[in-house]
């Protein structure tokens, strides 16, 4: 299972690549790179801080809520997530891979002490960037900026249980950002299937044996209750 944005615009949080998304009105190596970052970090937090709380605020919808009903009935192993919203593990999926990061966690550049959102959120609310309680350095969520590497343990193991599924199923995401975008490669490499639920065209469409053009919080509950 591979999902990407459009599983989490059900939630209310707009995705970033099309054309009315984050990147559409921001340039994105203003505000979502590690170079800009650490040239003006109060900067990027002008533009992260009110998503964060956005993230925080929102719950997860009926695709997130049917993913976990799917590994509970043990169809799904894990999911594969592009997204860093926590929405998977809140609505009960256990074993999520995190391939761009999360907001669970910022942590100081200057020091490397870490601090859980909770404590990120408290530090922001007199701010209009987190400060380390420790050094005074400005906190970096640990999410995966423009120009960062992603985490190696989590793109290991994403591309392990790609190339050992059955059946990748996409959700939600139009295949464009790589690596990971090259994970449904891994599964029909190996001798799996391929199937895509997204609003739009993916680059992986002519490679699927099941293609739905449709929305996930709608799509996936109709795939839970069948199973059941």
């Not at 459009?6 to 995705?15: A, L, N």
């Amino acid at each position: 299972m591979l999902t990407g944005a459009g599983v989490s615009t059900e939630s209310g949080i707009p995705d970033f690549r099309s054309p009315t998304g984050l990147w559409a009105q921001v340039d994105p190596m203003e505000y979502g790179s590690i170079d800009a970052f650490r040239r003006d970090p109060v900067k990027v937090w002008s533009f992260y801080k009110p998503r964060v709380a956005m993230l925080t605020e929102a719950e997860p919808n009926p695709a997130h809520v049917a993913l976990a009903e799917l590994e509970r009935a043990g169809f799904v192993q894990a999911v594969v997530t592009q997204n860093i919203d926590l929405l998977h593990e809140r609505a009960g999926s256990r074993e999520v891979v995190e391939v761009h990061g999360s907001i669970r966690t910022a942590t100081c550049p200057a020091c490397g002490e870490r601090y859980p959102l909770e404590r990120v959120l408290e530090l922001l609310a007199d701010a209009d960037a987190p400060a380390c309680p420790a050094c005074g350095g400005i906190l970096k969520p640990d999410v995966v900026f423009f120009g960062e590497l992603l985490p190696p343990a989590a793109i290991d193991r994403a591309f392990e249980l790609a190339r050992g599924a059955q059946l990748l199923l996409v959700v939600g995401s139009a295949l464009e950002v790589y690596p990971i975008a090259g994970l449904p490669l891994e599964t029909t490499g190996a001798g799996g299937e391929l199937a895509i639920v997204n609003r739009g065209p993916t680059a992986f469409d002519d490679q699927a044996s099941l293609r739905i053009d449709g929305s996930a919080g709608e799509v996936l509950p109709a795939v839970a209750e069948a199973l059941r």
